[in-house]
């Protein structure tokens, strides 16, 4: 990925990513990928016709998958919801939950699971949900920065520290591969897709590790979409964007709480 912010001139070619001077455009990215014929604009949907578009998108692609059309974007302000749109159309859209007292929409059918992360000292689970993706736009530049701008919003605003994901089982292996999560237990059914549902995890500490070791690799072509990530430099930019003027840009580096989870999950 090449990211136009004036640094990190050696990274991956795939994107290039501008930050928009105009304050109307503000939580706003634009990304241009050689593999796509239009610009794509990254954005926090702060207001209500965004998440309408988003609401729009993710009916559209779970019915199509059968998972039901009724789904409804949360509005609240444990949750954070993100729109990948070119001029015409919202093309993708994924929503990060953090972790209150209504817990999180995993709870449903995964609570024991998550409560065991829960109680590590330090812990702040979070939630990524009502992923949606155009199957007409396919670019793994433009999925991995939308996975990385969320990641970046939830570490360094709400100090995630262990990240799920429900998935559909035959997805397990693309979860496991492009973004190292790890299942946790076995797969439940989940009523509101009428499906079955695996509970994925990422330890958010370990993100940074995955980038700089795919970073590493010049020219060695990995299924992992680690290699389209932001530099440390180009997080704080993009963050700082996002989060607007009340941005306290924290380290992209913190100190992850104790993992006596994972031994009692059989991940250690």
Not at 174 to 202: C, D, H, R
Request: net charge neutral; aromatic share 8%; hydrophobic share 40%.
């Amino acid at each position: 990925m090449k990211i136009d912010l004036g640094m990190s001139p050696g990274m991956p070619v795939g994107m290039s990513l501008n930050l928009p001077a105009n304050e109307d455009e503000r939580r706003s990215l634009r990304l241009d990928s050689p593999d796509l014929d239009r610009t794509i604009t990254v954005r926090l949907a702060d207001d209500s016709g965004a998440r309408n578009d988003a609401r729009m998108l993710v009916n559209r692609m779970y019915a199509w998958r059968g998972y039901g059309d009724r789904h409804v974007i949360p509005i609240a302000p444990t949750h954070a919801t993100f729109t990948a749109s070119d001029d015409e159309q919202t093309v993708g859209t994924i929503t990060l939950a953090i972790d209150s007292a209504d817990g999180l929409a995993a709870d449903k059918i995964f609570r024991d699971e998550i409560d065991v992360f829960r109680r590590v000292p330090g812990a702040k689970v979070c939630e990524l949900t009502k992923l949606a993706f155009d199957a007409e736009v396919p670019s793994k530049p433009l999925l991995a920065s939308l996975f990385h701008i969320v990641f970046i919003y939830g570490q360094r605003r709400h100090r995630c520290t262990d990240l799920f994901i429900e998935v559909n089982p035959r997805h397990r292996r693309f979860y496991e591969a492009m973004l190292g999560f790890q299942p946790i237990g076995e797969p439940k059914t989940n009523e509101s897709v009428g499906a079955p549902s695996q509970l994925m995890w990422l330890q958010v500490s370990k993100i940074r590790e995955q980038i700089d070791r795919h970073a590493r690799r010049p020219g060695i072509v990995a299924r992992s979409l680690y290699q389209f990530f932001f530099s440390p430099r180009e997080e704080d930019g993009i963050y700082a964007r996002l989060a607007g003027s009340d941005a306290a840009v924290l380290p992209s580096r913190v100190a992850p709480p104790r993992y006596e989870a994972q031994q009692r999950v059989g991940l250690a």
